[in-house]
């Protein structure tokens, strides 16, 4: 079964620090990848899709990357606001179904 | 920009009581979901439905536990029974094909 582990679990950074968010899978036969954002007591925002076939997705301040080979990607946030705290949630499909396996995130909270 | 809706946003039952989740996911997508995320847990998946029939579920998809897609536009999720271990944030989300799902607000299911 699809295992899928977030390190740190919480991050408390300065406002304007770049910073990298972690996210591990077990099985690296996975159809896609995606990052989401949760704020408290909300819905989950997509924030980038990574296909298996592709290395990184970035969009705005944000950057994310694929090893899909060694089971890991990272999200990495440019010049953080406080404005980006949030959970951040990894989430990955394998190959063999359509459901989503998420990890249990990061909590990050910048410090104005 | 087209969105996945869900009703009611919090619901409040007493234990043994049948409750009703809802949701309107977007108009052309063809796939959809329920997920559920017990407080400080991880987001785990309950269900897939494609073409008005169960496509893949979880464990925790017991009995008790039934989707509905009763016309065009609604996708319901069905408690018979409830428990207190069913207290949760229910996710709906919807999907084109396999690529990307898209999530709703949720709904935060209080049973006491």
């Known amino acids: 079964k699809q295992e899928v582990t977030q390190i740190p679990a919480a991050l408390s950074v300065p406002e304007g620090e770049n910073l990298v968010l972690n996210c591990s899978f077990t099985?690296?036969?996975?159809?896609?990848l995606q990052w989401f954002r949760q704020d408290p007591g909300k819905g989950l925002t997509s924030l980038l899709l990574?296909?298996?076939?592709?290395r990184e997705q970035t969009s705005g301040r944000l950057n994310a990357s694929l090893d899909k080979s060694s089971g890991r990607s990272t999200l990495y946030i440019a010049a953080s606001q406080p404005g980006d705290s949030a959970t951040y949630l990894c989430?990955?499909?394998?190959?063999?179904?359509?459901?989503?396996?998420f990890g249990t995130g990061t909590s990050l909270t910048v410090i104005p | 920009e087209p969105e996945v809706t869900q009703t009611p946003s919090h619901q409040v039952t007493q234990m043994g009581q049948e409750v009703i989740l809802r949701c309107v996911p977007i108009?052309?997508?063809?796939?959809f979901y329920w997920y559920r995320q017990i407080l400080g847990q991880k987001v785990e998946f309950l269900v897939s439905?494609?073409?008005?029939?169960?496509?893949?579920k979880s464990e925790i998809f017991d009995d008790q536990f039934s989707v509905e897609r009763p016309d065009g536009s609604n996708f319901t999720l069905k408690i018979r029974s409830t428990k207190l271990e069913d207290s949760a944030m229910y996710f709906c989300?919807?999907?084109?094909?396999?690529?990307?799902?898209?999530f709703g607000p949720g709904t935060r299911l209080t049973v006491l």
């Open positions: 990574i296909q298996s076939s592709q």
């Open positions: 989430a990955v499909i394998t190959n063999t179904g359509n459901q989503f396996y």
């Open positions: 099985d690296s036969a996975i159809y896609n």
């Open positions: 989300a919807s999907s084109l094909n396999t690529y990307e799902q898209f």
């Open positions: 439905f494609y073409n008005n029939e169960i496509s893949e």
């Open positions: 108009s052309n997508h063809l796939y």
